[in-house]
């Protein structure tokens, strides 16, 4: 189902404008997410997912994923619509984490934080 990866220290894990398929899951680590090479945020947490928007959305990746410290990761080679089919609770799984993300981002924007990090990166 799931292929484990294991990424040191400065490793690309996944780059801003490639063609991507499939998502990962963070096992252990931090992974530093940058965008036009400014960092935009960091990934810690057990669990998290990232890397599926590419997929979602049949676009290039959205930002640069770099382990921050030795990082292992599960990816995940399915398309949005073989995780529908065939694997419902990592279906779930997703939306929950996209919902996620558009509450943090909603809120990071009705505190200014993204006017912020818009005039830091000038």
Request: net charge neutral; with cysteine; hydrophobic share 35%.
């Amino acid at each position: 189902m799931s292929k484990t990866l294991t990424f040191k220290t400065g490793d690309v894990i996944i780059r801003e404008g490639e063609r991507g398929k499939g998502y990962y899951i963070l096992e252990s680590g931090t992974i530093a997410l940058s965008k036009q090479g400014v960092k935009i945020s960091e990934l810690a947490g057990n669990g998290t997912i990232f890397g599926e928007m590419s997929d979602i959305l049949d676009e290039p990746r959205t930002c640069t994923a770099t382990a921050e410290t030795p990082v292992q990761v599960s990816y995940y080679p399915y398309s949005l619509d073989e995780i529908i089919r065939n694997h419902p609770q990592i279906a779930k799984q997703l939306v929950m984490a996209l919902a996620e993300r558009i509450a943090t981002t909603t809120d990071a924007l009705t505190q200014g934080k993204i006017a912020f990090l818009e005039l830091t990166k000038r």
